[in-house]
């Protein structure tokens, strides 16, 4: 954890522990906090010398997207607010500062039938030699459950043995994003295919049994990197690489793990749209079920009807482009 560096460090420390304290996480925190300190190192600058054109000049060198440079003002204005909260200050600096107008966000969305392909794509790779075997049977169960599931990466790779409840198809995602746990109910499809695994894991692993649903080779927590290169080596074996573009004020993003969580939301909404039903009303569950943290971050999902739509929008957003 490196630590600031500016002649506030002591202060900032004490924000992210104040905060800690009282249940966030700091690890967001601290990398949004670590510009503002950098460029308060570089101008040798402390408390009594901050002033919202100062601050002006730093929200120019910052050459992040207008998202990330509103979380970094948000969190230095959340800093001061905690100076006044002890009586270090007597006013927020940054109170008026206004925020940058952020861009359009438009996640990848995968089809069915493309996470169908993807996931049939590593099921094939798994190489049948004892060594190789059951490490590369977990890199696929992994992204099974992202796509089944709707879950961050994060989750699967936290996963341990007693959070499978086998007798009553559930898992157990304890302590993920904004500290939530919760229970979500597993259809038939990925509990037969959980079981299978763990079949394979008991009769081949010879070593001491890891703590970890998904075990590393050597017992140890399964790291993303595996993850990702299983997947990016998928989305070219089926001709679904793409790259992040930027167009006028909207982010069409590159399809990553994460995009298997946003199809999950939208191929499923669209599910129950597509029997009569009203998505609408689905989405307190939905929200639920993938540990939303706020009712709206899972009525976003609402915009995107499903792949198709979400191709025909950058389609025409480039042809728009193409013919300023």
């Known amino acids: 954890m490196k630590p600031f560096k500016s002649r506030i460090a002591e202060q900032l420390e004490a924000y992210v522990a104040y905060r800690r304290d009282l249940g966030f996480t700091d690890k967001h925190l601290r990398s949004t906090l670590r510009p503002f300190d950098r ?49 270090m200050l007597d006013d927020n600096p940054l109170k008026d500062f206004p925020l940058q107008r952020e861009t359009a966000f438009v996640p990848f969305i995968f089809s069915p039938s493309q996470t169908k392909r993807m996931l049939t794509t590593i099921h094939r790779k798994i190489r049948q030699n004892p060594t190789h075997f059951l490490n590369d049977l977990t890199v696929y169960t992994t992204i099974f459950l992202l796509a089944q599931c709707g879950m961050r990466l994060s989750e699967p790779l936290r996963l341990k043995n007693h959070h499978y409840r086998k007798d009553d198809g559930t898992l157990y995602i304890e302590k993920t994003k904004f500290r939530k746990d919760r229970l979500i109910a597993l259809s ?41 290169a299983a ?66 971050y899972t009525a976003v999902y609402l915009k995107f009807t499903d792949a198709e739509q979400r191709q025909q929008l950058l389609d025409f957003s480039i042809k728009a482009l193409h013919d300023i």
């Open 39 to 87: 460029f308060m190192a570089q101008a040798g600058l402390g408390l009594q010398q901050i002033n919202p054109l100062g601050f002006m000049d730093f929200k120019k060198s910052l050459k992040q997207e207008p998202r990330s440079i509103n979380a970094i003002i948000v969190a230095a204005r959340g800093f001061f607010d905690y100076l006044i909260r002890i009586r």
């Open 231 to 296: 997947f990016h080596q998928a989305l070219g074996d089926i001709g679904l690489k793409r790259k992040r573009r930027v167009i006028g004020n909207t982010v069409f993003a590159a399809p990553t793990p994460h995009s298997l969580r946003h199809s999950f939301a939208v191929n499923t909404l669209n599910c129950i749209r597509s029997r009569g039903q009203d998505p609408q009303a689905a989405l307190a569950i939905l929200s639920t079920y993938m540990g939303h943290r706020k009712y709206r």
């Open 188 to 228: 038939s499809h990925v509990i037969q295919h959980l079981n299978n695994y763990i079949s394979a894991k008991d009769a081949l692993r010879t070593e001491d049994p890891s703590q970890w649903l998904l075990p590393a080779p050597k017992g140890g927590q399964l790291r993303p990197d595996r993850i990702y």
